[in-house]
């Protein structure tokens, strides 16, 4: 059975930082591109960033290039998002995301639970 669990979520003034961690079991995580989504209230969930099976290639969106990277390490089969410069405009539900694709953007075939992440003024 495969499982994301995230954790790391929570409360954040406005220009700090957090940071999320999606730990994978039940799959081979060395396999798998792993991604972050987001979802803000009465917004459909957008994609945030990915990360290739072996770190290679990453992809962010622009709304947080330059301040979000990802990163995993297969040691501990997990994967993080460092967030940096937040803004109120990143407050939503964070979600992992795995595929065997090359990008999640092609296709998720497993998400997590979510972690919610609030930035305040």
């Known amino acids: 059975q495969v499982q994301l669990v995230e954790s790391g979520g929570g409360l954040v003034q406005a220009g700090g930082s957090l940071r999320l961690s999606c730990a994978a079991s039940?799959?081979?995580?060395?396999?798998?591109?792993m991604g972050w989504f987001r979802q803000a209230p009465g917004k459909e969930r957008e994609f945030a960033a990915d990360?290739?099976?072996?770190?290679?290639?990453?992809n962010s969106a622009d709304s947080v290039k330059g301040r979000f990277t990802i990163s995993r390490d297969r040691a501990r089969n997990t994967v993080y998002l460092q967030m940096s410069s937040l803004k109120p405009e990143d407050t939503a539900v964070y979600y992992c995301?795995?595929?065997?694709?090359?990008?999640?953007?092609?296709?998720?075939?497993?998400w997590g639970q979510g972690t919610q992440v609030t930035v305040s003024l």
């Open positions: 995301a795995s595929t065997w694709r090359s990008t999640v953007l092609d296709g998720v075939n497993y």
């Open positions: 990360i290739t099976w072996n770190g290679g290639s990453l």
């Open positions: 039940g799959l081979t995580f060395s396999s798998y591109t």
